[in-house]
Nanobody
């Protein structure tokens, strides 16, 4: 079955960096675009970044452009999110998503907290 396992979250000071990773299994990873979403308490889940199946044409939410970089390794079935210049507003649960099947699949999420 499809599994997405996120890792790399934690507590970081404003201006700091974190690298999130999502390990995928149960489907042909290289056939699918991959996405990172986030959800803060009391807010809707929002798209942060996406990347095509070949790794070309990454796209980003305006709020993270120039600070976050999405990448993937089709040999390792992983998709990463490098987050630099973190702000308190970036604090959220971060989720990996793949549009497989009728509804897609989500990981369990990893918490990112940006605070001094």
């Amino acid at each position: 079955q499809v599994q997405l396992v996120e890792s790399g979250g934690g507590l970081v000071q404003p201006g700091g960096s974190l690298r999130l990773s999502c390990a995928a299994s149960g489907f042909t990873f290289s056939n699918y675009a991959m996405y990172w979403y986030r959800q803060a308490p009391g807010k809707e889940r929002e798209l942060v970044a996406g990347i095509t199946n070949t790794g070309s044409r990454p796209n980003y939410a305006d709020s993270v452009k120039g600070r976050f970089t999405i990448s993937r390794d089709n040999a390792k079935n992983t998709v990463d999110l490098q987050m630099n210049s973190l702000k308190p507003d970036d604090s959220a649960q971060y989720y990996c998503y793949v549009p497989v099947g009728a509804f897609g699949f989500w990981g369990q999420g990893t918490q990112v907290t940006v605070s001094s």
